[in-house]
Each structure stands twice: as structure tokens, then as C-alpha cells.
């Protein structure tokens, strides 16, 4: 990647773990995250990262969620945008989450890279917010894998630490895994690697060669980190999962004004916005008709 390569502007839509106490914005029907889907479009994101809630905002894992929010995304922004699926979480089976990939097939999914202690911090209050351990081991890794091989899904490998980079090195040699490949260097949760631009280009330097990369922040320092992807080449991730505010720290009345704000630091370094078929080109990733055939 370079420079002159457009960048990629995925919108992590939702999240799992964030309410409408917190942001108002926040969508749990399916109705508001196909409103939320033209938006996000409509500001020049081209790919939205999904997690399934429930019509009164709780998480989801069930079939008939994902696809009713897939159908809504789709029924706003058409083609003109790739869905994206998460299948990290704690206490769901594998098999559970291998299930609705089948279903719904789509274009690409998220898949973490390694193990951690996943936590949020306050330092008014001296103590941790949450606290716990993420288990992502190479079996659960390996079979996901095989089931996006089989299914015609792109995996994203969300790598939360340099380490997790270098997960995907054994994967290659055994051929379970196909470059090019689409990594997304995580950066901003306690338990993994600090959000500094310095670590940022650390983990790039591992990524394996000729794979598209991006960076996601979390909470604030997401800014800083989006400043410094677009300056090393890389593409961004934002949205109302990863962070609730805008630079001027007012907070987002809707994903697309978080987008609209990506788009604008995107032009200001002297890059431009992928298009919708540019990122599937650089993704490596077929038409929608060519994985849902799959």
C-alpha cells in the first residue's frame, strides 16, 4: 500500500457493547441501521461492520437479526456499500457464529487474531470499568477460517497487538489462510498494544507483504490514529461502536457525521475516498452475486 491508493472507509456501525444512554444515535432496529447505512454511504463509506442487536438494543447472535439488518443495509444502500459481519464475542460457539455467516453471506468477515485481556480503564475512578479475558485461540481461529474459505468470505484479521500480526504468518504456511490479506491493526483497548502512532507503524511493519491494512481507534485517540494511517498509507475505521465523539469532543448525532469527518481528513492529507468497487479490487473480494453463489 501506498500513498496513492485510495483509502478504504469502513464504519463500525453499532458495536455490541454501547447503548442509547450513552449516544442516542446508536441503532438497534433494523429500520434505523438501514437509515443509518445511507448515511454512512451518502458521506463516502464503503463497507459497514456489523454486530446483530435485538429490536430493544441487546446483542445478537441469532440468524433472523443478522439477516433482517443485512436486508435493511441493503434495501438503502444497495451495492453501493460491502456488508461486513463480526464474529468475535465471548460465550457464543463457534458454531453458533459459523451459522449465520452461512446464512447470510456476507462479503467479508472480522476475525480476531489472537487471545488478551480485553479491559477499559478510569483513571478518575482508579479501577477498571470491565475486565475480562478474550479468547480467541488458534482451533476457534482455524475453524472460522475454513468456514470463510468454504462460504467465499473475506476475513478481516482484527490484530489488537504486534503479536497478533505475527499469527498470521503460521496460518499462511499451512494454507488455510490466502493472501492477499485484509488486516486491521486494532488499537486503543487496555490489555493490547498502546494507540501511538510509533506502535502503529510497528505493527504495519509486520503485516505480511502486499496485504491491504487499515487501522481502527478506540474511543479518543481515534482521531490521532486515523491522522496517522492516512499518513502512512493505510486506511480507517470509524463509527459509533469504536467512538462516540468528534474531534471537537461535541458527540455524533449519526454515523455519517462521523464518516463525513473521516472523509474530510482523507481529502486534507492529499488522498481520496475509495469507491465502492475500488475497495472490493483492493480487498480482493468479488462481486456480491460471486459470494452469495459461493
Known amino acids: 500500500m501506498s500513498l496513492e491508493d485510495p483509502v478504504v472507509i469502513t464504519c463500525s456501525i453499532s458495536g455490541a457493547i454501547a447503548n442509547r444512554e450513552q ?15 445511507r448515511r454512512i454511504v451518502d458521506e463516502g463509506g464503503v ?50 457464529r459459523i451459522e449465520y455467516l452461512r446464512a447470510c453471506r456476507p462479503e ?75 488486516v486491521d491493526c486494532v488499537m486503543g483497548v487496555v490489555g493490547g498494544i498502546p494507540p501511538t502512532a510509533r506502535n502503529l507503524a510497528a505493527m504495519v511493519d509486520n503485516v505480511p507483504a502486499d496485504s491491504h491494512w487499515g487501522v481502527i481507534g478506540i474511543s479518543r485517540d481515534q482521531w490521532m490514529l486515523v491522522a496517522a494511517a492516512l499518513t502512512l498509507g493505510g486506511s480507517i475505521r470509524v463509527g459509533l461502536e469504536d467512538n ?8 455524533a448525532r449519526s454515523n455519517g457525521e462521523l464518516i463525513a469527518k473521516a472523509r474530510e481528513m482523507t481529502e486534507e492529507v492529499g488522498r481520496r475516498a475509495a469507491t465502492v468497487s475500488e475497495a472490493r479490487a483492493m480487498l480482493a473480494i468479488g462481486a456480491r452475486e460471486q459470494v452469495a453463489g459461493a
Not at 438494543?57 to 456488508?83: H, K, L, M, N
Not at 480485553?118 to 481461529?141: C, D, G, L, T, W
Not at 462516540?244 to 458527540?251: A, D, K, R
Open 23 to 37: 449516544c442516542p444515535a446508536i441503532p438497534y432496529t433494523p429500520e434505523e441501521y438501514g437509515a443509518e447505512a
Open 47 to 96: 463497507m459497514i461492520h456489523i454486530h446483530a442487536r435485538k429490536r430493544d438494543g441487546t446483542p445478537s447472535y441469532e440468524i433472523e437479526d443478522f439477516e433482517a439488518i443485512t436486508e435493511a443495509i441493503r434495501g438503502e444502500a444497495g451495492d453501493e456499500v460491502i456488508v461486513n459481519f463480526s464474529t468475535g464475542t465471548i460465550g457464543v460457539p463457534v458454531s453458533k
Open 108 to 182: 467479508v468477515a472480522a476475525l480476531n487474531m489472537g487471545s488478551m485481556n480485553y479491559a477499559k480503564y478510569s483513571r478518575a475512578r482508579k479501577q477498571f470499568v470491565f475486565n475480562m479475558v478474550f479468547a480467541n485461540p488458534f482451533e476457534e481461529i482455524i475453524e472460522l477460517l475454513e468456514a470463510m474459505n468454504e462460504l467465499g468470505i473475506k476475513p478481516e484479521h482484527e490484530c489488537f497487538d504486534v503479536g497478533h500480526v505475527g499469527s498470521l504468518a503460521p496460518l499462511l504456511d499451512m494454507g488455510v489462510l490466502h493472501a492477499p490479506l485484509h
Open 244 to 251: 462516540l465523539y468528534l474531534p471537537s469532543g461535541e458527540m
